[in-house]
């Protein structure tokens, strides 16, 4: 059974409709990750566990802002977006933070994520989540064959000859990693990669008579 993402209600969902074009289609795909596998499979820095059930996704921006939003898992397979505020801004002093709304209530009319996809109508937003899916879709292979794998990026860093931070920025779903890093990386889980080109789902539905 997948999991469950939703917002707390229409406050949270105004919140992540004002956030950065960019950001709203990096939570899209997250959340989509999150349904997937589930909020423990998910590794920083798009989400830490900050206590017990509650967890922090981590959005950093083009602008230089990390946007963050809350999350609890409600129930074993159910989690629920409860805040969004501005975690860090990277141009100004160390310490500095600005924080929006901090009661973590929404107004408890739930929204779920394929509600929340009409986000997607901002051709902004629809243009950056179609360049993401693909990003998201490789990464996501290389972090899962790395979990069964029983690895830190640590372990694979030492594999590939090269640093942990080197491996947490190619596995931070920005940009789409070189075919040579990814074939790095699969040695480094003792994979080889099989790539295949498919028809584009669009047009594949579009030829349909």
């Not at 917002?7 to 899209?28: F, H, K, R, W, Y």
């Not at 989400?47 to 996704?57: A, G, P, V």
């Not at 408890?108 to 899916?133: C, F, H």
């Amino acid at each position: 059974m997948n999991w469950i993402v939703e917002t707390s209600g229409t406050s949270v969902d105004a919140e992540i409709a004002a956030l950065p074009a960019d950001m709203q289609a990096a939570l899209l795909r997250l959340a989509e990750r999150i349904e997937a596998v589930g909020l423990a499979r998910i590794e920083q820095p798009h989400l830490r566990q900050l206590k017990d059930k509650l967890w922090e996704i981590r959005l950093s921006g083009r602008d230089g802002i990390v946007w963050a939003l809350n999350v609890t898992a409600k129930t074993r397979r159910r989690a629920v977006i409860e805040q969004v505020f501005v975690r860090k801004i990277q141009k100004t002093p160390r310490g500095h933070y600005a924080v929006g709304r901090t009661d973590g209530t929404g107004d408890q009319i739930m929204t779920s994520l394929a509600k929340l996809r009409q986000l997607l109508t901002d051709p902004e937003v629809k243009a950056e989540y179609d360049r993401l899916g693909p990003i998201f879709a490789v990464i996501g292979e290389m972090v899962e064959a790395r979990q069964a794998a029983g690895l830190t990026q640590a372990d694979i860093a030492l594999r590939m000859g090269t640093s942990q931070s080197v491996v947490a920025r190619l596995e931070n779903a920005r940009h789409m990693p070189s075919f040579d890093m990814v074939a790095r990386y699969a040695a480094a889980v003792d994979r080889r990669l099989d790539i295949h080109l498919v028809p584009n789902a669009e047009n594949a539905a579009g030829s349909v008579t």
